[in-house]
């Protein structure tokens, strides 16, 4: 087991010491939090794998960065997909490299004392019970003594400043890499939920094959995230960038202008898709329930949220009002840091142990 926190013989002190660290295991990046230091740590959850060695070489920022530029015995992967965890191995390299750099730092307080080091985490509302142990027995390997599971929805709505026990309920979309998930919450659990698995990182992918067929040009990965950053927006807005990418006709590096009414149109089936979901979800409700909505709004979380003019564009076409966090990136962990203030929250809202 990797020794994270210290093997050698420690004080117990005669009250209670622990350490609480925070997790949420994003499909595109990862987002750690310390109670009382705040996010220490969001980067995202790529690795680069050393075929020839067979160690990961590469972590967060820096394999992300070489995405498509490795040569063939350097492969970059992402251990979370869909925001579950897909390679077990890789997850427990990404997560000890991140805590290295972002959380060894706090613990040399606590190498003479003995310490409860407790891991509180998210899963997504859909998540299977395989699903939920993988994640709890990459903390456990980590050496958290304690683990506590948090649904992800409920976590959101904290980060969103909603008190998650009132009986108001809140329908609330976290708008994330590899998962939208549309849930509503109300006295400290999910009432309902619905997702799809076409986000942020599947964007990427459209944009790639909208400007293959349009252009005849091929574009990395990448390139296709960061035109979508740039041009994609529902203020009309229409920004011009000049990306290059590979011509198919000639195979050499060829230049084109792509416009922000480009990128919308490309990804207007995976929009519609979303907004299906959340009129779904609303159909499926009860009536209370709907009414609380309606007088509500919606809130918009997740990386996407950070798209210009995203909630006037939900707003008009689900005829409800919708606003988003201020951290929308972050909101999953703000909200379980949040929810960490007073512990006992933790402990009412956690999952049944795996
Ligand atoms: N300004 C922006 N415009 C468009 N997309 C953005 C913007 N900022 C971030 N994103 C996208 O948000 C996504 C990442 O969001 P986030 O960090 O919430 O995902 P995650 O938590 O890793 O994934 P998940 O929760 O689905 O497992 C990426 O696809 C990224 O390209
Ligand atoms: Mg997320």
């Keep these: 087991m990797f020794d994270l926190f210290g093997s050698f013989k420690k004080i117990p002190l005669p009250f209670f010491n622990s350490f609480d660290i925070y997790l949420d295991f994003g499909t595109t990046n990862t987002k750690i939090a310390v109670k009382d230091k705040g996010v220490v ?34 492969k970059i992967t992402q251990p979370i997909v869909n925001s579950v965890i897909s390679d077990f191995d890789a997850e427990v390299s990404l997560i000890k490299n991140f805590f290295e750099k972002a959380i060894n730092v706090y613990l040399k307080k606590y190498q003479l004392v003995k ?105 990395g990965e990448n390139t296709c995230e960061l035109i979508k950053i ?56 009860p009536p209370e329930v709907v009414d609380d909505i309606y007088d509500q709004g919606i809130i918009l979380c997740g990386g996407l949220a950070n798209i210009p003019g995203i909630e006037k564009y939900f707003a008009s076409e689900l005829k409800i009002d919708v606003i988003k966090t201020k951290s929308p990136a972050e909101t999953t962990v703000v909200g379980l840091l949040s929810l960490g203030k007073n512990f006992e929250n933790i402990t009412r809202l956690s999952l049944p142990k795996m």
Excluded: C, W
């Design 230 to 285: 740039n041009l994609l927006n529902f203020t009309n807005s229409e920004k011009i960038i000049t990306v290059r990418g590979k011509s198919l006709e000639t195979g050499l590096p060829k230049s084109i202008r792509l416009k922000s009414s480009e990128i919308k149109e490309s990804l207007t089936v995976n929009f519609s898709q979303i907004i299906d979901i959340i009129k779904e979800l609303i159909e499926i409700s």
């Design 115 to 219: 310490t409860n080091f407790r891991a509180i985490s998210t899963v997504p509302y859909s998540t299977t019970e395989i699903e939920k142990k993988a994640v709890e027995e990459v903390l456990f390997k980590m050496g958290f003594s304690d683990v506590f599971l948090i649904d992800k929805p409920i976590a959101n709505a904290a980060g969103a400043n909603i008190n998650v026990f009132s009986h108001h309920p809140n329908l609330i979309v976290d708008l994330g890499g590899g998962l939208v998930e549309a849930a509503i919450t109300s006295g400290g659990g999910v009432v309902n939920e619905k997702n799809i698995k076409s986000a942020g990182e599947n964007m990427n992918h459209l944009i790639a094959n909208y400007v293959y067929l349009k252009h005849g040009i091929i574009l």
């Design 41 to 74: 740590l969001n980067e995202p959850s790529f690795l680069g794998f050393n075929t020839k060695t067979r160690e990961y070489i590469f972590f967060g920022h820096e394999a992300k960065n070489i995405v498509g530029k490795t040569p063939e015995f350097i």
